[in-house]
């Protein structure tokens, strides 16, 4: 079945440091994928998305390009803050009927001043 | 973009009783509701998708009876958590999309917890 793989946390950066989380999925077909942050004791938000190979998601200063040959979608920023501390997590939407979507298991990161 | 309001935040509750938690889409029509469970420090877990007027479709190893979902309006699911125990307890989270669009929005999540 469909699945996303995410490198495993926490990752720990400095501010201002070069941010990458990989992210690479499993599916049949052309899924949409996402990348959505989650605050502590809050629901998830969408950070961008890319519906189609080659689109580059993009917001916040973060960046996703959907790769299908690659099967990746690796989230990066260049220049990361202390507020960018969050768990991130990357997910394919099925475009079967049931559109759901699939996680991964989530990407913790610890900004520092 | 659009909102999704979960109600309540947080909730306790006592051993073996019902507790009920809702999910609107307050600016948009939602024809695909979708209700997660997430334990601390993990992914989130689809427990069932929910379609306005239909039956929900629950995930393998979700009890229906004890996990309710009623999609009765266009922005209105529930969840009813029914005869609750202390291994209920967690981060419910709720989202909506309105097909055939990919993008789906999520509440900001009820925390329960069963004493």
């Known amino acids: 079945g469909n699945s996303v793989t995410q490198m495993e946390g926490p990752v720990t950066l400095s501010e201002e440091a070069f941010l990458t989380i990989n992210c690479t999925y499993t599916?049949?077909?052309?899924?949409?994928l996402f990348w959505y942050v989650q605050y502590p004791g809050e629901g998830l938000q969408l950070l961008l998305k890319?519906?189609?190979?080659?689109d580059k998601g993009s917001n916040k200063g973060f960046e996703a390009t959907y790769r299908k040959e690659t099967t990746s979608f690796h989230l990066e920023k260049g220049s990361v803050q202390v507020s960018d501390s969050a768990v991130y997590f990357c997910?394919?939407?099925?475009?079967?009927?049931?559109?759901?979507?699939?996680f991964g298991s989530g990407t913790r990161l610890l900004v520092r001043p | 973009g659009a909102v999704v309001s979960q109600h309540p935040s947080w909730v306790i509750c006592k051993s073996g009783t019902s507790v009920k938690i809702e999910c609107r889409s307050l600016?948009?029509?939602?024809?695909?509701m979708f209700w997660y469970r997430q334990f601390p420090k993990q992914s989130l877990m689809l427990m069932a998708t929910s379609n306005e007027g239909s039956k929900a479709t629950y995930e393998q190893g979700v009890e229906k009876d004890k996990f309710l979902i009623n999609h009765a309006s266009l922005t209105l699911s529930t969840l009813t958590v029914t005869s609750a125990h202390p291994e209920d307890s967690s981060f419910y989270i709720c989202s909506a999309s309105r097909d055939p669009n990919p993008e789906a929005f999520f509440g900001q999540g009820t925390r329960l917890t069963v004493v």
């Open positions: 599916a049949t077909g052309y899924p949409s």
């Open positions: 890319a519906t189609k190979a080659d």
């Open positions: 997910a394919l939407r099925e475009m079967d009927s049931s559109y759901k979507l699939i």
């Open positions: 600016d948009f029509q939602a024809t695909t």
